[in-house]
């Protein structure tokens, strides 16, 4: 069996994948698991949907910017991700180091599919 081509039914397939990770880790081992982790997945979401549309919207136009145009997007997210956080623990929060831990393992897992898409996309994109 292979994954769609289509790469929003690949999101929403890896987005699936990790709700039903956390779902298991809270069952399993809710010591792990920090209680926003659902704001971090929701961001994370968001962020990578909207970075993705960006893309699409700036490969389209200006399609020989591709190297640019996918560090534009790493930045991005870094930048937003360093926003998040910050906002996020400013206030106090209990458990910071649990809250970080889970926001790197998330920002991971969405990482390894831009990459995963980058790849993929390398071969139809060059000339």
Do not use: C
Not at 30 to 58: Q, R, T, Y
């Amino acid at each position: 069996m292979s994954l769609p081509k289509n790469v929003h039914i690949r999101f929403l397939i890896l987005t699936a994948a990790l709700i039903l990770l956390i779902f298991v880790l809270q069952f399993l081992i809710p010591v792990i698991v920090h209680p926003k982790i659902w704001e971090i997945v929701g961001f994370m979401v968001i962020l990578s949907f909207l970075i993705s549309l960006l893309n699409s919207f700036l490969l389209k136009s200006f399609g020989e910017n591709f190297f640019q145009i996918m560090v534009l997007a790493m930045i991005l997210r870094f930048i937003a991700s360093l926003v998040f956080i910050g906002i996020q623990v400013w206030p106090g929060m209990e458990n910071i180091i649990l809250f970080i831990g889970n926001f790197f393992v998330v920002f991971l897992f969405y990482l390894v599919f831009d990459i995963y898409a980058f790849l993929s996309n390398l071969r139809p994109i060059s000339k």
